[in-house]
């Protein structure tokens, strides 16, 4: 250590300007960051796949774990669609429209729908549910 004070603002304690303390070299920490994600990438190139499918069956707890840090903290589920611009009565006219469309279906049950869509099924009796 040196002999020489530190300056510092009397106010807030902070550092002054051009304060010669020493410290980490400029660029440091990024050339750090570039050797760690180059040698990941190399890493993973060549053993990637593997790896996974081993935490996969080894570890599903911390695979899973991953997924979920890679996965955004939220997401906009925002759905628009025709429904959603239409009042309540044109729905109610929406839903009558369909049952209407769909009661022949029902009825007929299961064996008959072909039917019915060509319009061959006898009317009038429901075939039987297994």
Do not use: C, W
């Not at 009397?10 to 070299?25: D, H, P």
């Not at 899973?64 to 109610?92: F, G, H, Q, R, W």
């Amino acid at each position: 250590m040196t002999d020489t004070p530190i300056a510092k603002d009397e106010a807030t304690g902070r550092f002054l300007t051009g304060n010669i303390g020493g410290g980490r070299k400029p660029g440091a920490r990024n050339k750090l960051g570039e050797a760690f994600i180059e040698a990941l990438h190399d890493d993973f190139a060549e053993n990637g796949v593997a790896a996974i499918q081993t935490v996969r069956s080894e570890k599903p707890d911390q695979y899973l774990k991953v997924i979920a840090s890679l996965l955004p903290k939220e997401m906009n589920l925002n759905v628009t669609d025709a429904y959603s611009e239409m009042s309540d009565d044109e729905l109610i006219e929406r839903i009558r429209d369909l049952s209407a469309s769909f009661a022949p279906l029902l009825a007929g049950g299961n064996g008959d729908a072909a039917k019915l869509i060509e319009g061959t099924a006898s009317e009038g009796k429901p075939s039987k549910v297994h």
